[in-house]
């Protein structure tokens, strides 16, 4: 029961600020954001960057972990460098 009690806390809690953020936003100010053009290319080459960034963090965190003569590949470097962003 402590478990679910603050897994709920844990999940609540950001999605009730997140919903509180979006609801003090003025109508008009969400009206001007989406009939405002789009730069979708500026979108997509800021995400290609952030991908190259943290793909090559992994790449360092393996050279490190190879360092110590520690078995590791970039498979695993790259499996487990994704589970922790994620879970960050």
Same mark, same amino acid.
Request: aromatic share 18%; with cysteine.
């Given at each position: 029961? /402590? /478990? &679910? %009690?603050?897994?709920?806390? /844990?999940?609540? %809690?950001? @999605?009730?600020?997140? @919903?509180? !953020?979006?609801?003090r936003v003025d109508?008009?100010? *969400?009206? &001007?954001?989406?009939?405002?053009? /789009?730069?979708?290319?500026?979108?997509?080459? =800021?995400? !290609?960057? =952030?991908?190259? =960034? #943290?793909? !090559?963090?992994? &790449?360092?965190? +393996? #050279?490190? #972990? +190879?360092?110590?003569? %520690?078995?590791?590949? *970039?498979?695993? =470097?790259?499996?487990?460098?994704?589970?922790? *962003?994620?879970?960050?």
């Amino acid at each position: 029961m /402590k /478990k &679910v %009690i603050l897994t709920t806390l /844990k999940l609540g %809690i950001p @999605a009730c600020l997140f @919903a509180y !953020l979006l609801w003090r936003v003025d109508p008009e100010d *969400y009206r &001007v954001f989406w009939n405002q053009p /789009k730069r979708w290319e500026r979108l997509l080459m =800021a995400e !290609l960057t =952030a991908l190259l =960034a #943290v793909s !090559l963090t992994f &790449v360092r965190w +393996r #050279v490190l #972990v +190879r360092a110590f003569d %520690i078995p590791f590949s *970039y498979r695993e =470097a790259f499996r487990l460098g994704f589970l922790g *962003y994620l879970l960050n």
